[in-house]
């Protein structure tokens, strides 16, 4: 009888929490197809939904062209994130050499230092190379994560050594033992880190505006605080553009959360 009560009672608390979460969500996509809607008013069901906020959206501002920009940073700053921590964490995980460990620890400390201390000296070296306002200045300074060497690490740590003892007695070198077995054992912490990266990416805000001052060089974010007017904002059209900047994230999250969840649990993060 207690078991029950307890399992109901945790049902209870998931659902109220799930429909917390859910919250937010089912407010922005009903505001995104209610013209003229606002945000003191409780959020009801309109009874004439409209998908006019979404063409106005399209019209303010050269969304098509800001959806191609995020697209492009996001998925060439993730694939090369990946390539650097993978590379990193088999180095740190594989190869050992005097001082290993604390050059990880340094390596580490870099989380703790926030990302607007480096804004001055990311601007100066982006300035002097000339890569002001381009692709290539916005994903350059994503492209090193700690976490993800520190992700990667652990989850090459769990790999047993027998299999690289194998593949050496075979005459694989370390490329061969990378490539060949590493990586493919290691596929679920490859993929939160994908997700991770992408998600960072995605959503970054203060670099992109910094870095990218042409109008059509712009990221969703940027585009979208553009949306917000100083004494008035057309919440419908801003909900709209939120709903278009969500759809990629769920999309890559449903198709990646098996690998998520099995990639979390592998390397022991919580």
Not at 135 to 156: D, E, H, K, N
Request: proline share 7%; aromatic share 12%.
């Amino acid at each position: 009888m207690r078991n029950r009560f307890g399992r109901i009672s945790l049902y209870v608390i998931i659902t109220v929490g799930a429909l917390f979460m859910l919250f937010p969500f089912v407010w922005t996509v009903i505001t995104s197809v209610s013209p003229g809607a606002s945000l003191t008013t409780t959020p009801q069901l309109p009874a004439h939904p409209s998908l006019s906020p979404y063409a106005e959206l399209f019209q303010r501002v050269p969304f098509g062209q800001v959806i191609v920009n995020s697209i492009i940073i996001a998925v060439a700053g993730t694939v090369l994130q990946l390539v650097t921590s993978a590379l990193a964490a088999y180095v740190f995980a594989r190869m050992p050499f005097r001082g290993r460990g604390a050059i990880f620890v340094v390596y580490l400390a870099t989380m703790m230092i926030p990302f607007q201390v480096l804004i001055v000296p990311l601007f100066v070296e982006m300035k002097t190379l000339g890569l002001i306002n381009t692709y290539l200045g916005a994903i350059l300074p994503t492209i090193a994560s700690a976490f993800g060497v520190f992700l990667l690490r652990q989850a090459m740590s769990t790999v047993p050594y027998e299999l690289d003892q194998a593949a050496t007695l075979d005459g694989a070198g370390h490329f061969r033992v990378f490539f060949q077995i590493m990586l493919p054992l290691i596929r679920p912490a490859l993929a939160t880190l994908a997700v991770f990266a992408f998600l960072n990416t995605w959503n970054s805000f203060l670099w992109p505006l910094i870095i990218l001052r042409d109008p059509l060089m712009q990221t969703l974010p940027v585009a979208l605080s553009s949306l917000q007017g100083q004494y008035s904002t057309q919440w419908d059209v801003l909900m709209a553009g939120s709903v278009v900047s969500i759809i990629p994230m769920f999309a890559l999250y449903v198709f990646a959360q098996k690998y998520i969840v099995q990639g979390v649990a592998g390397t022991g993060l919580k």
